[in-house]
């Protein structure tokens, strides 16, 4: 698999193809003189997660065994029905009709790798640095943040900003993801903007800089995959979580355990995983996958294909508004007469309308919209159609945000497939 590959891959696949590699990719496990290898920290949690429970005999697996639970299931990365991306770093999105649920269940929230996950994330060592421009540099346990914050709970919308990059033509590198590196789970922990609080922000501060523990895919120490920052006046905002439990339950491995940030309604990127440490800083943060032309899309519109000056690039911010069919799945066989139904969002916004067409839209009907939960949660919405007649239907899916922006029909092109917000269109066929 290289970086930017289309094909899908299952990780029964990847284990037939090279098993030793395929063990330590997923579980960081290296075979000794006789192919045992131990399964330790995160590489067990992520096994165990996988196969739904412990694994008490795990000392006596060979390196490289494919478990059978694995083989004969559409099953990948300690989740349910994801599709494999890319093997390393592991990159899994979520088919829209898995995302069906009003809260994304742990097993169906997409991965999004930069770098290697770290090995030890245990949870009552783990510490948060806060530091750079602030009056009272802090260091933090888990249990710190516990003890010393409101502890709160809300549901979150996490979308990566290359959701949809398959789509763009020509074609940008990068995970080719479709519809599916979007989540809505239940994060429970701290305000960011408490703890920012606390050690108190100084005047000059314009940007936060994150940092986690995982490691470049180089192997080199030195080097980080990924580090990010907020505006500082995004940053203050109050659903802005630093996360230790995800749905009622510690973090998934791959989703950051123990301890993460999660900033809804902006590129995935600015939610880090494995939170080590957040320095306040006196210039726009200038980290790995910060500069350039990641997470940046040009300052103006631009023809398909077109060359970009590198100065013309600006930081992504809000992401845009966008919905989802998570019902009927794409190729259902349904009845004359159904429900319709998915999510919707728009960052910083909330979305006033949803409107539905099954006739290539000439037509359209207005879902029936939920509220928010609280702010930072995707809208579920649900409509009734009926069908005149027998035959292949598409059905169409159009949110509106409180701004009076809609979701564009035609992909607004940019080099390096960002931002896609096109209406998802889900093609049925009815008797
Ligand atoms: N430390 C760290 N944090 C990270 C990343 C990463 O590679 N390393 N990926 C980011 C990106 S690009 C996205 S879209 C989200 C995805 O979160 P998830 O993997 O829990 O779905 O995590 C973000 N946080
Ligand atoms: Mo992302």
Same mark, same amino acid.
């Given at each position: 698999m290289t970086q930017d590959g289309n094909k899908n891959e299952h990780v029964g696949e990847f284990f037939a193809k090279d098993p030793e590699r395929a063990d330590f990719e997923f579980f960081g496990r290296i075979a000794n003189s006789d192919r045992r290898g131990f399964l330790r920290n995160t590489g067990l949690a992520t096994m165990a997660a996988m196969v739904g429970t412990a694994i008490p005999f795990h000392r006596n697996m060979p390196v490289g065994l494919v478990p059978a639970a694995f083989?004969?299931? &559409?099953? *990948?990365?300690?989740?349910? !029905? /994801?599709?494999?991306?890319?093997?390393?770093?592991? %990159?899994?999105?979520?088919?829209? =009709?898995?995302?069906?649920?009003?809260?994304?269940?742990?097993?169906?929230?997409?991965?999004?790798?930069?770098?290697?996950?770290?090995?030890?994330?245990?949870?009552?060592?783990?510490?948060?640095?806060?530091?750079?421009?602030?009056?009272?540099?802090?260091?933090?346990?888990?249990?710190?943040?516990?003890?010393?914050?409101?502890?709160?709970?809300?549901?979150?919308?996490?979308?990566?900003?290359?959701?949809?990059?398959?789509?763009?033509?020509?074609?940008?590198?990068?995970?080719?993801?479709?519809?599916?590196?979007?989540?809505?789970?239940?994060?429970?922990?701290?305000?960011?903007?408490?703890?920012?609080?606390?050690?108190?922000?100084?005047?000059?501060?314009?940007?936060?800089?994150?940092?986690?523990?995982?490691?470049?895919?180089?192997?080199?120490? &030195?080097? *980080?995959?990924?580090?990010? !920052? /907020?505006?500082?006046?995004?940053?203050?905002?109050? %659903?802005?979580?630093?996360?230790? =439990?995800?749905?009622?339950?510690?973090?998934?491995?791959?989703?950051?355990?123990?301890?993460r940030l999660v900033v809804p309604g902006w590129p995935g990127s600015c939610s880090q995983k494995w939170l080590r440490r957040i320095e306040l800083r006196d210039q726009v943060h200038d980290g790995p996958k910060m500069t350039g032309t990641a997470y940046r899309v040009p300052g103006h519109p631009v023809a398909a294909g077109e060359d970009v000056p590198k100065e013309d690039f600006q930081i992504i911010e809000r992401m845009p508004v966008k919905s989802l069919v998570t019902f009927p799945a794409n190729g259902a066989a349904i009845g004359m007469s159904t429900e319709v139904r998915g999510h919707a969002w728009s960052g910083d916004r909330t979305i006033e309308r949803v409107d539905i067409s099954v006739d290539f839209g000439s037509t359209w009907v207005q879902a029936e919209l939920d509220a928010p939960v609280n702010s930072g949660a995707w809208q579920n919405w649900r409509a009734n159609v009926a069908l005149p007649v027998n035959g292949y239907y598409e059905i169409w899916a159009r949110a509106t945000d409180s701004a009076q922006e809609m979701q564009p029909f035609a992909i607004n092109w940019n080099p390096k497939g960002y931002l896609n917000n096109t209406m998802h269109r889900v093609g049925v066929r009815a008797s």
């Amino acid at each position: 698999m290289t970086q930017d590959g289309n094909k899908n891959e299952h990780v029964g696949e990847f284990f037939a193809k090279d098993p030793e590699r395929a063990d330590f990719e997923f579980f960081g496990r290296i075979a000794n003189s006789d192919r045992r290898g131990f399964l330790r920290n995160t590489g067990l949690a992520t096994m165990a997660a996988m196969v739904g429970t412990a694994i008490p005999f795990h000392r006596n697996m060979p390196v490289g065994l494919v478990p059978a639970a694995f083989a004969s299931e &559409d099953v *990948l990365v300690g989740k349910d !029905g /994801l599709t494999l991306l890319n093997d390393r770093p592991v %990159n899994a999105e979520t088919p829209p =009709e898995l995302l069906d649920d009003a809260i994304t269940p742990t097993s169906r929230h997409f991965i999004r790798n930069n770098g290697l996950p770290p090995e030890e994330a245990d949870p009552a060592t783990w510490t948060l640095t806060v530091d750079g421009f602030v009056d009272n540099p802090m260091e933090l346990t888990i249990a710190d943040l516990r003890a010393q914050f409101d502890v709160v709970t809300m549901a979150l919308t996490i979308e990566c900003g290359g959701n949809g990059r398959a789509f763009f033509d020509p074609p940008a590198s990068g995970n080719q993801w479709t519809y599916g590196a979007v989540a809505c789970s239940e994060w429970t922990g701290v305000r960011l903007k408490d703890v920012l609080e606390k050690a108190g922000v100084q005047s000059n501060v314009v940007y936060t800089a994150h940092y986690g523990a995982d490691g470049h895919l180089s192997g080199d120490a &030195d080097k *980080l995959p990924i580090s990010r !920052g /907020l505006p500082i006046a995004k940053a203050l905002t109050d %659903n802005i979580l630093i996360a230790f =439990e995800m749905n009622g339950e510690a973090l998934h491995p791959m989703n950051g355990a123990p301890l993460r940030l999660v900033v809804p309604g902006w590129p995935g990127s600015c939610s880090q995983k494995w939170l080590r440490r957040i320095e306040l800083r006196d210039q726009v943060h200038d980290g790995p996958k910060m500069t350039g032309t990641a997470y940046r899309v040009p300052g103006h519109p631009v023809a398909a294909g077109e060359d970009v000056p590198k100065e013309d690039f600006q930081i992504i911010e809000r992401m845009p508004v966008k919905s989802l069919v998570t019902f009927p799945a794409n190729g259902a066989a349904i009845g004359m007469s159904t429900e319709v139904r998915g999510h919707a969002w728009s960052g910083d916004r909330t979305i006033e309308r949803v409107d539905i067409s099954v006739d290539f839209g000439s037509t359209w009907v207005q879902a029936e919209l939920d509220a928010p939960v609280n702010s930072g949660a995707w809208q579920n919405w649900r409509a009734n159609v009926a069908l005149p007649v027998n035959g292949y239907y598409e059905i169409w899916a159009r949110a509106t945000d409180s701004a009076q922006e809609m979701q564009p029909f035609a992909i607004n092109w940019n080099p390096k497939g960002y931002l896609n917000n096109t209406m998802h269109r889900v093609g049925v066929r009815a008797s």
